[in-house]
């Protein structure tokens, strides 16, 4: 079967039909790779994977890291972490569900942040469950010159959380940490634009969810900068939601998009497996 690479929308995304991820030879990386590249979310329907085989693929892109919820990683392997709905016989949850229902890019409240991230689609309920993404390259090459000026070498202050929800128990909150796992959580610093550490395109940087300052400014005016950047970056013509299937690998990037898990009713059945890539090193 030939390879073939189709468009999604006019925002970002790809399909890459053709290619088989659990047999994937170098060639084929190399495709999925550069598509990632440019498309920044690359969709593989189809597909049927073994924990193994799964982590296997996730590996070319560089090392994974186990998330910090650690209560829903996959008994097979702790790079994957289970993001799931459902509750087993005696009422528990089996993963992770309501993970990341904001604007936010995976990791950044981390000093080597994610380079993408990687869900399998096992059960998928109707339309509107998958996830929203929002192209930070284009929205910051559309800024007028005068925010460029302003913006280009400002550092960012972050945190494990979301700047605009401070209830942990909210649906649209970060997902709850407990004691252990917050002290485990610091202040990083981030470049709020930011160049691809294998492109050298600039993008916005992680301006919802973790980025709660900018160095050198107070708190009021650094927040209405990002909320005013936030809102530019999330407007509806930088944004595209895939509808998901069981069996699709969609992998995206966390350098230059935001993204949004659904709120899916818990009533309707959702699960995947999800592992996140870290990047080579710290982005400043
Ligand atoms: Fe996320």
Known sequence: MPVTVTSLSAALGAEIAGLDVATLDDAGFATIEAVLHEHLVVRLSGQSLEPAAFVAFARRF????????????????PNILILSNPTDERGEPVGLADGGTYFHTDYSYLDVPAR???LFALEIPGA???TTFANQRQAYEDLPGAMKARIDGLVCRHHYGNRDVPDEDSRVAASKLDATQKERMNWVRHPLVRRHPHTGRKSLYAVSGSSYGIEGMHDAEAV???????????AE???YRPVYAPGDVVIWDNCALLHAAPLVDPASPRTLW??????AG???
Request: net charge negative; hydrophobic share 35%.
């Open 62 to 77: 560089g090392r994974p890291e186990p998330h910090v919820i650690d209560q829903f990683h996959h008994r097979a392997d």
């Open 128 to 130: 509107e469950a998958g």
């Open 224 to 234: 209405a900068l990002l909320d005013e950047l936030k809102a530019h970056a999330t």
């Open 274 to 279: 999800r592992i996140t890539v870290k990047d």
């Open 237 to 239: 013509h930088y944004v």
């Open 282 to 284: 710290p982005t400043l």
């Open 116 to 118: 993408c991230t990687m």
